[in-house]
């Protein structure tokens, strides 16, 4: 594959996602799928950053529901991302992509620190980078940080991998199953409708910064080759999306 349509992404993985089938922690099957579809990114001449979560590990948000003191609950959480940070770096060398793991918090015997300039630099010289430890910021979720990082990396989009869900929809697919799919929406509509596409902080960051974002489903045998060549996939949110949602049987109109 060649040709395609960005120079620069920044993709977000959830922890969850690298858990397959498991019940906790990382399916090694699964980060190297991950890791084969990042390389063909790669190979499309597109630079590409990763924002991983640690939902597979912690949720800060449980951790504090069980009586963790918050910003403690949230430091675990940034630990977690490390581990999987690390995961998927391993994978990715594995199948010849050379990468770096940056961390917004400390723990050099591991992973650089976060810098803004030798992340970019990385990027140029074909470098994929993972950011780790999300913002370094308790009270902030990993999709705050994926678009932060969109942002100041100069990512053209930031590509928002789901989970067995190819798209934002009007309801929850796996509870409602007639629930239509929006093919674009605009920010305010996604604020507005509270539709679940990210947390609000995120979705303002990108919505002052004009980064479109993506959500679609990585799973979804070449997906992410499709968005980089051009195809429409999954849900676009931007300035001037449209809102209308497409019921089931016209998604399926045409399909390849």
Known sequence: MSGSRFRRVLLKISGESLMGDKPYG???DVVQQIALEIKDVQEAGTQVGVVVGGGNIWRGATAE???ME???ADYAGMLATIIN???L???LEKVGVTTRTQSAVTVQAVAEPYIRRRAIRHMEKGRAV????GSGNPYVTTDTAAALRGVEIGAEVLLMAKNNVDGIYEADPHLHPGAQRYPTLSYMDALNKRLDVMDSTALTLCMENG???IVFDLFIAGSLQRILMGDDVGTLVNETGSGEPVSSAQRTEGAP
Do not use: S
């Not at 993972?130 to 430890?133: L, P, T």
């Open 65 to 67: 529901e069980a009586g």
């Open 211 to 213: 980064l479109p974002i």
């Open 89 to 91: 770096q391993d994978a």
């Open 130 to 133: 993972v950011f780790a430890a």
């Open 26 to 28: 990382i399916d090694v």
């Open 70 to 72: 918050r910003a403690t």
């Open 85 to 87: 940070g690390l995961a």
